[in-house]
Nanobody
Framework: QVHLVESGGGLVQAGGSLRLSCAASGGIRSYAMGWFRQAPGKEREIVTAISRSGSTLYYADSVKSRFTISRDNAKNTVYLQMNSLKPEDTAVYYC?????????????????WGQGTQVTVSS
C-alpha cells in the first residue's frame, strides 16, 4: 500500500508561482509518478508524468514551459513547480503512483492517489 499526501496548494494571483509536493509513505524509486488535475465540472486530466528513473517526462500542452516535475527518491517526494500560473490552471491537483509500468500518462494505469490539493489562480 502506498500513501500519498499532496501539499503546497493555495491561492495565487495570475502570473505567480506555486510548488506542490507529494510525499509518499514508502520508497517511490520503483514507481512511475504523475500529477493530474480536476477542475469543477471537468474530467480529471494528466498534467505531467515522470518515469521511474526520471529520464522520461511528459507535459500536457497547456502547461509546457510553465510547469516542471521532479522527483527526489531519497526523500520519497515528487514535486510540481508551477510558474506563470493562469486562471485556467485552477483545479484540485492530485499526485498518483503507478507501481506496474515504468512510465505512463494514462489515468487508469495509476494505482494509488493522494487526496488532492486545491490550487486557485485569481485574475
Amino acid at each position: 500500500q502506498v500513501h500519498l499526501v499532496e501539499s503546497g496548494g493555495g491561492l495565487v494571483q495570475a502570473g505567480g508561482s506555486l510548488r506542490l509536493s507529494c510525499a509518499a509513505s514508502g520508497g517511490i524509486r520503483s514507481y512511475a509518478m504523475g500529477w493530474f488535475r480536476q477542475a469543477p465540472g471537468k474530467e480529471r486530466e494528466i498534467v505531467t508524468a515522470i518515469s521511474r528513473s526520471g529520464s522520461t517526462l511528459y507535459y500536457a500542452d497547456s502547461v509546457k514551459s510553465r510547469f516542471t516535475i521532479s522527483r527526489d527518491n531519497a526523500k520519497n517526494t515528487v514535486y510540481l513547480q508551477m510558474n506563470s500560473l493562469k486562471p485556467e490552471d485552477t483545479a484540485v491537483y492530485y499526485c498518483a503512483a503507478d507501481i506496474t509500468t515504468t512510465f505512463t500518462t494514462t489515468l487508469r494505469e495509476y494505482d494509488y492517489w493522494g487526496q488532492g490539493t486545491q490550487v486557485t489562480v485569481s485574475s
